[in-house]
């Protein structure tokens, strides 16, 4: 084998890699772009201009619209009001009424399909709708001039919207209220005439004819200004926000925000290791070329020549290979973007993929350059430089690929670590329900009226013979609740026996409310871990009294911390005291009631769900919209979602540690040749090639075992920097240290296996006589 | 021109101090041909490299065209190499990967003179050689003579002061080696000074001065008698 020949197999491996890396960044970059272009093309759709101005309790008033609209950098102000909901009587429909101001359509770029939008100060009993309330009002007929019924008042209506563009985040709340996706499915009525209607003398309704949200539109490019102005007249109401509405929609793109930057974060990590391995393969061309390098020194280049020089050559090899990566990364743009169903973009995050590549190019071209401007002329002329100096070119091909090892080592760890905690995160979110077990809840789909599941409905699903064990819970509004310590706002939710079979909450300190505490109505509860930090700072909650409304009760358990509001709940249990029912009347809302039903061991769950949906639908003719789902199923898909995150990120990690021990390889072939009389001398006393073949088979395998350990390390400290800095604990399997371990030794004996076998196959006489080569 | 004054060169292997140079002094004046030789291992090559600029001396002083060269930088240590001396080496050293032209014209590059040229000097150089016909082949499509009269048009291609040549007929053959030393002595007349480091007794013949060094120290300097 000619010394060329190691170069060039080494070089052309390199730039593989290279190309993979840079192919990989490239992608990751434009998913990246594609999330901002989404997000920019939804605040443009609205314009970036817009703010919002929010009360977090009390509301405003026309006299703070003409405040507002008087200020020198606000263009236009207006508002809506919180919605209110009725169900139609002949089409059981529920349509949720939203009271806004005359410019409000305007304001938020709403275009109307047909008709008009109604006057400033109009309290007449006009209505636009939603594109979709349009169709289901009026299935058949014209909406424009048709009527409605709400409240007693007969509604004509004067326009229809355009239906809501998906790029404007349909199937998100944008604002117009928290529980509503968008205005397809509201009807807009002037907001006096709301006022008019809704004003009940009902605790905590009493405003709901009132402006709770502001929108704004600043004059061009002063947004800021406009937003300060703003503050400034409210200056000393703390609970009023003003906020830009680009700011609000950054958080719908929060989680594919994060997931995008970490997958590119180790897509420029994994170039970055790319670098590393033409860095070895250089030097070790190196050698091939010592003796070039020692004429050009003695045809009068200096040393900066030479090194200029070498930079130049990896500095090319990195580049080009780079830009072959962006070439093909970017014909692979389209059908990625088909697969996933996303947008991906080339633009300004692509300044970090050129950086990125000039930056590793450079990387890669110093310790050639460097170790190549160092050689002796004279010892380079006769080929004896390297010997000479084998030992620190050796040494530092090895702490590059060893190096490189370990940072791949410590990536994937780091990423197993948080693909692990996010399933576990997700199992606790979710409780992780026993398989089977069915959660029946009223509908939420559409406009249909839901059913309201009452505790008779509980009682006769309870009484089927395919249940094994069924379980009520139903919620209230929020309720004052006390302690001796202090007072705090509670949700009260009131369950049945058999709560603890099915999981509401991890009992954290004393203990589940008993089936008898449950069945006899007995006056103890069990506390969320948010509201027992409330009423108990000192942490002393068990066995204390707490005061519901014309109630004493006794606190037997305290819930363990659960992150976030899982999907299924109306409440966050954090926040929630649970009751036996029948201790105290609650008033729990219609609507907002669970049943939970565990079949009999002979019945499937979804032959249970189809026998639910049938009783429900004879019990509540007309208004059969149930939802029954199996928690269970619900996370694992999720969870499944989860993996394939976790899988793309892991992907990447796998690609950067086949990266950084195939230069592994660069090294044993740096060590092969360097050595090579050292072979010839130990074949020459009687070695035999499978001894030779070992010697540096294992050599690479220390070196990478000890980067390894290194990179574990490093891998340990970021989970720690985490632990510190996240709000969950991030966990690692050492089953999955293991693995990657093997995984690294193995690329590593695989990359080293053919310099070994080269070196095995040495003639002793040869490797001898060109020792020094 | 050159001035060494008690060089000293060694080497350190492991703790073992090897010494190649033992006190070598010697002046060359400009346009003399000095022919170098002694036994191998006797410090030839290594007494070329120091005059060259390729190695540094251990001890001692080395003065060219009367100036300390010891203490300059790498930069003009490389420049003075570039243009006032011209290698020749016994296994030719050309680069395997460059046509004729493109070796030839290495030092020009290094001289900072623009490609165009560049090739026009490396060609009228290789005419010079009898390589007319020789520009675009590669070192491995050359014959040995062939390969060192690239080697030697590369060593003239910035008019150096002298030429120093390692055994430059050792792996040629006699009709070769001939052609060489012919072109050798060309060079001589017109001016160039050469040091020439041989075992061919007739080289040594054509210099006008013979020095023999042993064991790192020059333990004879003698005029060739051409009568």
Not at chain 1, 763 to 772: K, L, M, V
Request: proline share 4%.
């Amino acid at each position: 084998m000619g010394n060329v020949r190691i170069g060039t197999q080494g070089a052309g491996i390199a730039a593989i890699c290279v190309a993979v890396s840079a192919a990989v960044l490239f992608v990751v970059l434009s998913v990246r772009q594609g999330v901002d272009w989404d997000l920019a093309s939804l605040v443009e759709s609205i314009g970036g201009d817009l703010f919002t101005i929010t009360a977090r309790s009390g509301t405003f008033d026309s006299e703070s619209l003409d405040r507002i609209s008087q200020l020198p950098f606000v263009r236009e102000v207006g508002g809506s009001t919180a919605y209110s909901q009725f169900y139609s009587p002949a089409e059981t429909l529920m349509l949720y009424v939203v009271g806004v101001t005359h410019n409000y359509f305007q304001l938020l770029n709403l275009a109307l399909r047909v008709g008009h939008t109604f006057g400033a100060a109009t309290e007449e009993y006009v209505a636009v709708l939603g594109s979709k309330v349009a169709s289901a009002l009026f299935p058949e007929g014209d909406p424009l001039d048709g009527e409605f019924s709400y409240r007693g008042h007969s509604f004509k209506v004067v326009g229809v919207l355009e239906p809501f563009p998906t790029t404007r985040g349909a199937g998100s709340s944008w604002g117009f209220a928290q529980q509503i996706d968008n205005p397809d499915h509201l009807v807009f009525v002037p907001y006096r005439t709301h006022a008019l209607m809704v004003s009940l003398p009902v605790a905590g309704l009493d405003d709901m004819g009132k402006l709770g949200f502001l929108w704004g539109r600043a004059r061009d490019g002063c947004l800021r200004q406009a937003i300060r102005q703003v503050n400034e007249l409210f200056d000393g109401m703390e609970e009023v926000q003003v906020r830009p509405l680009a700011a609000q929609y950054e958080g719908l793109f929060y989680t594919r925000r994060r997931i995008s930057d970490a997958l590119a974060a180790i897509a420029l990590l994994v170039l970055l290791i790319s670098s590393t391995n033409v860095a070895s393969v250089s030097a070790t061309a190196l050698l091939d070329r010592s003796k070039e390098i020692g004429i050009r020194r003695a045809l009068g280049a200096c040393r900066s020549h030479i090194g200029r020089m070498l930079l130049r050559e990896a500095t090319f090899l990195m580049l080009s290979s780079g830009a072959v990566g962006a070439i093909l990364g970017a014909l692979l743009l389209h059908p990625i973007a088909l697969a996933l169903g996303t947008s991906l973009r080339i633009g300004m995050y692509h300044l970090v993929f050129l950086g990125a590549l000039a930056t590793s190019g450079l990387l890669a071209g110093t310790l050639p350059a460097v170790l190549g401007a160092r050689m002796d002329p004279a010892r380079a002329i006769s080929q004896r430089s390297i010997t000479s100096r084998s030992l620190g070119g050796v040494s530092l091909n090895r702490l590059f690929s060893g190096v490189a090892v370990a940072a791949g080592i410590a990536v994937t760890v780091i990423i197993v670590a948080l693909g692990d905690t996010s399933i576990r995160y997700l199992r606790l979110r979710w409780l992780s329900p026993e398989p089977g077990t069915l959660r029946v809840r009223p509908g939420m789909e559409g406009f249909r009226q839901p059913v309201d599941l009452s505790y008779d409905d509980f009682l006769a699903l309870a009484s089927l013979e395919s249940i094994d064990s069924a379980v009520w819970m139903a919620s209230s509004r929020s309720a004052a609740v006390a302690s001796a310590h202090g007072a705090s706002e509670a949700v009260l939710v009131e369950i049945t026996a058999g709560a603890s079979r099915i999981g509401i909450g991890i009992v954290d300190s004393g203990r589940m409310l008993s089936d008898e505490e449950l069945t006899l109505a007995h006056p103890s509860v069990v506390l969320g871990s948010g509201i027992s930090q409330r009423l108990f700072p000192d942490g002393n909650a068990i066995g204390a009294q707490v005061d519901l409304p014309q109630l004493q009760a006794r606190v037997v358990g305290v819930l363990a911390s659960r992150p976030g509001l899982p999907p299924y709940d109306y409440v966050d249990i954090n926040d929630a005291v649970f009751v036996p029912r029948g201790v105290m009347d609650l008033h729990t809302s219609p609507g907002r009631s669970w049943i939970w039903l565990k079949p009999t061991a002979d019945t499937s769950a979804d032959d249970l769900a189809s026998i639910v949906v049938a009783l429900l639908a004879e019990r509540h003719p007309g208004r059969g919209l149930v939802e029954v789902s199996e928690p269970a199923a619900e996370m694992n898909e999720l969870v499944a979602v989860q993996r394939s995150v976790s899988v793309a990120q892991l992907a990447l990690a796998a690609l950067g540690l086949i990266v950084a021990t195939t230069g592994m390889g660069s090294t044993v072939w740096l060590s092969v040749v360097v050595r090579k009389r050292e072979i010839g001398i130990r074949k020459a006393v009687g070695a035999r090639g499978v001894r030779i073949f070992l010697q540096f088979v294992l050599e690479a395998l220390g070196t990478t075992i000890v980067a390894s350990g290194v990179g574990m390390g490093a891998g340990v400290i970021g989970m720690w920097f985490l632990n510190r800095n996240a709000e969950i604990r991030v966990i690692l399997s050492p089953n999955w240290l293991f693995l990657t371990l093997g995984a690294a030794c193995v690329v590593a004996l695989a990359s080293s296996a053919g310099p070994a076998c080269y070196a095995s196959r040495c003639e002793a006489a040869s490797a001898i006589r060109r020792g020094d080569g | 021109m050159i001035e060494l004054l008690d060089i000293h060169k060694s080497y350190r292997k492991r703790s073992v101090s090897v010494e190649a140079l033992n006190g070598i002094s010697l002046s060359v004046r400009e346009g003399l041909w000095l022919s170098v030789v002694g036994p191998s291992g006797s410090g030839k090559s290594t007494m070329l490299n120091i005059v060259g600029l390729l190695d540094r001396p251990t001890a001692g002083s080395y003065l060219f065209k009367g100036r300390e060269v010891d203490a300059l930088s790498d930069r003009e240590r490389s420049h003075l190499r570039n243009q006032c001396f011209g290698f020749v080496f016994q296994s030719f050293n050309l680069i395997p990967q460059f046509n004729a032209v493109r070796n030839v014209a290495i030092p020009l590059y290094y001289a900072g003179i623009r490609r165009h040229e560049r090739e026009r000097i490396a060609r009228g150089l290789l005419d010079q050689v009898g390589l007319t016909d020789r520009y675009a082949h590669m070192p491995a499509e050359l014959s040995g003579g062939e390969e060192q009269r690239v080697a030697i048009a590369r060593a003239i291609a910035n008019s150096p002061a002298v030429i120093l040549a390692d055994e430059p007929t050792g792996n040629l053959d006699q009709k070769s080696g001939h052609e060489v030393l012919g072109l050798m002595a060309e060079l001589h007349l017109h001016g160039v000074g050469v040091i020439l480091v041989t075992h061919d007794q007739g080289a040594s013949s054509l210099a006008q001065e013979v020095i023999r060094i042993v064991d790192g120290r020059i333990v004879s300097r003698s005029a060739v008698d051409r009568n």
